[in-house]
């Protein structure tokens, strides 16, 4: 079910705490994301003209590894039906010597 393009309808992003909900009409078309039977997969932005290109495969537990340009990311799958993809990421990142931690929860429509 996983094999098709998503478009994405609404992310929260906690960063530090502090939460942040952000939800886009379909039409709007803000990011599609592509996952192909091939084991590729393509991200893009229309409204900045960019598309990102890399590889997928599952892995254990629920989870989805994206490959681009030599890195990974690891996305936990939430809920996937025939039309409705929730994926969530978190990470901790230094930024100015200040710790980050982000969390976001993706919600895409077929």
Avoid: C, H
């Avoid at 990011?31 to 893009?44: A, K």
């Avoid at 960019?50 to 997928?56: C, L, M, R």
């Avoid at 254990?60 to 030599?70: R, V």
């Amino acid at each position: 079910m996983l094999i098709g393009q998503w478009i994405l309808v609404k992310d929260v992003v906690t960063v530090n705490g502090e939460s942040e909900t952000d939800e886009y009409p379909v039409e709007a078309r803000e990011e599609v994301l592509t996952f192909n039977s091939d084991g590729t997969y393509s991200d893009q932005w229309p409204s900045d003209n960019e598309i990102d290109y890399g590889t997928w495969q599952m892995a254990a537990d629920d989870k989805i590894m994206l490959t681009m340009d030599g890195e990974s990311i690891v996305l936990t799958l939430r809920e996937l039906t025939s039309s409705k993809l929730v994926l969530y990421y978190e990470g901790v990142f230094e930024d100015l010597g200040e710790t980050i931690y982000y969390q976001t929860e993706m919600v895409y429509v077929k």
